[in-house]
Nanobody
Framework: QVQLVESGGGLVQAGASLRLSCAAS?????MGWFRQGPGKEREFVAA????????YYTDSVKGRFTVSRDKYKSAMYLEMNSLKPEDTAIYYC?????????????????WGQGTQVTISS
């Protein structure tokens, strides 16, 4: 079973940037980022296909976040710019979606433990 490990979270001020990383212990195909804010359900943030040529974003992060990957290292990244307090959440890496409906949490089979991102106003 492929293990996923996130890193790069932290506490920053609004307007700052962070870069999250997800390292996979084996080969993956489409990978995704999700987040779960305080008192909220886990939600889709972004996804990227196996070769990085197709990317998907939720509307609230379009233009601010960029997902990328290094397919040779089985690693995925999330560059987050212009961060807002509402971006505060635990960010999770996911892999092996069952369908192409990447927005649904239940469609992903493997998850990391998450990394905390906190944005102060």
């Amino acid at each position: 079973q492929v293990q996923l490990v996130e890193s790069g979270g932290g506490l920053v001020q609004a307007g700052a940037s962070l870069r999250l990383s997800c390292a996979a212990s084996g080969r993956t195909f489409t990978m995704g980022w999700f987040r779960q804010g305080p008192g909220k359900e886990r939600e889709f943030v972004a996804a990227i296909n196996w070769n990085g040529e197709s990317t998907y974003y939720t509307d609230s992060v379009k233009g601010r976040f960029t997902v990328s990957r290094d397919k040779y290292k089985s690693a995925m990244y999330l560059e987050m710019n212009s961060l807002k307090p509402e971006d505060t959440a635990i960010y999770y890496c996911a892999a092996f979606p069952n369908t192409t409906d990447y927005y649904q949490v239940s469609n992903w089979r493997s998850w990391g433990q998450g990394t905390q991102v906190t944005i102060s106003s």
